[in-house]
């Protein structure tokens, strides 16, 4: 079974300045994905940003990136240039890819705080 | 309209209702998932379907029972509500190569 840790309950920056949500995960699977999701208060599920294990490259979507460490079973996310809107719980999940798309394991989450 | 849609949106129950979650897709998503949100633990699956006739059981599925009616439906039952199933659930579908997830908005659900 695959297990996502998430270290950082809660986090409160500046707006403007820059935040690493961390992350790490444990599997055995060799083909998997990684993703980061925001939930602000309105509880909707929204995608930040994917990685595929099999890609050397770390993922970027605009002012967020994530630097995977597949070796130290690593997945942080970046968040540059922070923004009041950014305020929300960040999750990251695993999802394992033996008959494509599978169930994601989530971890439990990082409440971000964005302080004007 | 939305692709995902779980209805309904809020829901008081009693304890030992039998009350049942209901979601459908317009995604045309072959896969289907439930998820249980609690505060501190995030989101665990409770089902999941990959076809009308692939349903398997996730990491929480004591308490709870599915439906899969069509490929667009995908209900949760709870035979007889607890107050430990109080707790926001997520519907969310897929397709094979897993870009697409998408979640529906989710039932908050308190059972009293």
């Known amino acids: 079974a695959q297990t996502v840790t998430q270290s950082q309950p809660e986090m409160s920056v500046q707006e403007a300045e820059t935040v690493t949500l961390s992350c790490t995960y444990d599997?055995?699977?060799?083909?998997?994905?990684l993703f980061w999701y925001k939930q602000p208060p309105s509880r909707q599920m929204i995608l930040v940003i994917r990685?595929?294990?099999?890609?050397?490259q770390n993922a970027t979507e605009n002012r967020f990136s994530v630097n995977f460490q597949k070796a130290a079973k690593s997945f942080s996310l970046k968040i540059s240039d922070s923004q009041l809107g950014d305020t929300a719980m960040y999750f990251c999940?695993?999802?394992?890819?033996?008959?494509?798309?599978?169930?994601?394991?989530f971890g439990k989450g990082t409440h971000l705080i964005i302080q004007p | 309209d939305a692709d995902v849609t779980q209805t309904p949106r809020n829901r008081i129950t009693k304890t030992g209702k039998r009350i049942m979650l209901e979601c459908s897709q317009t995604?045309?998503?072959?896969?289907m998932y439930w998820y249980r949100q609690d505060p501190g633990l995030g989101l665990r699956l409770i089902y999941y379907?990959?076809?009308?006739?692939?349903?398997n059981k996730g990491e929480i599925s004591d308490g709870y029972s599915v439906s899969r009616q069509a490929q667009a439906k995908f209900s949760l039952s709870l035979e007889s509500a607890i107050p430990n199933q109080t707790a926001l659930y997520f519907c969310?579908?897929?397709?094979?190569?897993?870009?697409?997830?998408?979640f529906g908005s989710g039932t908050r659900l308190t059972v009293v």
């Open positions: 969310a579908t897929s397709d094979s190569t897993g870009y697409g997830y998408t």
């Open positions: 599997t055995s699977e060799s083909n998997y994905y």
């Open positions: 990685q595929e294990a099999y890609k050397q």
């Open positions: 999940a695993f999802m394992k890819f033996t008959r494509g798309a599978d169930g994601l394991t």
């Open positions: 995604k045309g998503h072959d896969r």
């Open positions: 379907s990959f076809d009308v006739k692939d349903i």
